[in-house]
């Protein structure tokens, strides 16, 4: 693999690894907890043959990097998933579709095509790999091999978002699917515990956005319609099609789980861009939603223009909805940038105490260099340090058992995957998540470098061995 300089995303630990690799016996620096078996997964982009001029973060075919733990004992694995996108770039040595930020002119490649490279979430004893413009990509754990698009047995007719909603206490999963073109411009779905998609709703939007997370508490279903439009109109203008419209407020629609679009109710709020949520729950006859805000967004602090990096820069905020008033209430929670917000997801819909967030550099690209522990009964946080040039990305909260925990909401560990630039090798973090400020419990050494990614999940042991197909 040619890696060309020049682009941030093709350079340092952003750029792309050769070698698909299964090691055991990894070397661990401290000691793995003895109950602490099962399997971190994380997703990232791994391009086979990016472009200079236009590649972007978010273009990469999907690679799987896993770290599996058994009585102390890692073993890493790492996988591309082998989309038909993917299948058709291998066969044909070259790239066979456009970036993210290639203009639309004739003699380009396709537009781009889906590359399962965002998170990966395990539902009705499925692996599912996710794209939000597309179906999921099922996965063989433990080895990572991917089997199949997935569709529910042709039940899914809409795209599937990179963050669905599983709710402990009932086992749903919800997931939407939206459109920029076709309408309706968004759909909702629910999947039943044992992993039947039971309904597929349209809710109506005026155009399309991009909506890359939503929410759920006990018995809603929230939905972000922000400002980030995409007009053909503009396009034919010469203009970009996906913009920021900062005059146009942010919307978001509150609606029963099991209901459609009739039962809807939407609320405004100034104009800002949310990436990702980190949880929503119900107080009284408010729906309160936690997320990281920015106060508009150009999607080019994310490819390396360093000049448009501040609307980029994403901060703890909470909304506060009177389903009885209408009144919208919305506060900051903090004014360090972070973002990939994360809480125990046993309690996921309900209210947590506990939040985490990894805190941004201002840098013109991404980069992590800490982990952020919100203890929100008490409005205050502490701060995992990861150390001189040791960047990382999510923390995945691990609680210490599959079941709700007497030891209490924070009762378990934060992983996280880190780079340390100077040393040039990849780790994998376990943290007391009741303590987060010390040391790590342990520090796995990873056998090739892992570069920055996106989303994970961790399936317990007792789970890598029940897959349906």
């Given at each position: 693999m040619v890696v060309l300089a020049g682009n941030p995303y093709l350079e340092g630990n952003f750029a792309p690894v050769d070698l698909e690799l299964t090691v055991d016996n990894l070397q661990v620096i401290g000691e793995i907890p003895p109950d602490l078996n099962g399997m971190l997964i994380r997703n990232g982009p791994n391009p086979l043959f990016p472009s200079q001029a236009w590649y972007h973060w978010f273009d990469g075919h999907g690679m799987l990097h896993g770290v599996e733990i058994s009585n102390g004992k890692a073993k890493y694995c790492n996988r591309y998933i082998q989309t038909e996108g993917w299948k058709s770039e291998k066969a044909a040595g070259r790239a066979?579709?456009?970036?993210?930020?290639?203009?639309?002119?004739?003699?380009?490649?396709?537009?781009p095509v889906n590359t399962a490279n965002t998170a990966v979430v395990w539902h009705g004893d499925r692996l599912l790999a996710l794209w939000e413009g597309g179906e999921p990509y099922?996965?063989?754990?433990?080895?990572?091999?991917?089997v199949s698009p997935y569709t529910y047995g042709g039940d899914l007719k809409s795209a599937f978002t990179a963050h669905p909603?599983?709710?402990?206490?009932?086992?749903?999963?919800?997931?939407?699917?939206?459109?920029w073109v076709d309408l309706p411009y968004l759909q909702y779905s629910v999947v039943s515990h044992e992993g039947k998609l039971l309904r597929t709703v349209p809710i109506d939007l005026p155009v399309g956005v991009m909506m890359h997370d939503f929410a759920i508490t006990a018995h809603y279903t929230i939905f972000m319609n922000l400002p980030l439009t995409f007009r053909l109109e503009r396009a034919q203008q010469g203009k970009p099609p996906l913009l920021f419209e900062k005059d146009i407020p942010s919307r978001f629609g509150i609606l029963p789980r099991h209901r459609d679009n009739s039962s809807i109710r939407w609320f405004e709020a100034p104009a800002c861009y949310i990436?990702?949520?980190?949880?929503?729950?119900?107080?009284?006859?408010?729906v309160v939603l936690i997320a990281c805000r920015m106060p508009s967004t150009t999607m080019?602090?994310?490819?390396g223009r360093a000049q448009e990096i501040h609307s980029d820069l994403a901060f703890l905020h909470k909304w506060r909805f009177n389903l009885k008033t209408g009144a919208v209430i919305e506060e900051p929670l903090d004014d360090i940038p972070s973002e990939f917000p994360r809480v125990n997801e046993q309690y996921l819909g309900r209210n947590t105490r506990y939040g985490y967030t990894s805190r941004l550099t201002p840098n013109s690209v991404p980069l992590f260099d800490g982990l952020i522990k919100y203890d929100f009964a008490t409005n205050s946080s502490q701060i995992h340090e990861l150390g001189q040039g040791r960047y990382g990305g999510?923390?995945?909260?691990?609680p210490r058992t599959p079941h709700i925990s007497q030891g209490g909401e924070d009762d378990g560990w934060l992983l996280t995957?880190?780079?340390?630039?100077?040393?040039?090798?990849?780790?994998?973090?376990?943290?007391?998540?009741?303590?987060i400020v010390v040391e790590p419990v342990a520090r796995i050494i990873l056998p090739q470098r892992v570069p920055y990614g996106f989303h994970g999940t961790w399936i317990e042991q007792t789970n890598l061995k029940s897959v349906a197909i």
């Open positions: 066979m579709s456009s970036g993210f930020l290639a203009p639309p002119q004739q003699g380009n490649p396709s537009p099922q996965i063989e754990v433990s080895e990572l091999k991917t909603k599983v709710d402990f206490a009932t086992g749903e999963m919800m997931f939407f699917g939206y459109s990436a990702h949520t980190l949880n929503a729950y119900e107080d009284g006859d408010e080019l602090g994310l490819a999510e923390g995945v909260f691990v995957f880190v780079y340390d630039e100077v040393a040039k090798i990849s780790e994998l973090l376990i943290l007391n998540a009741k303590e």
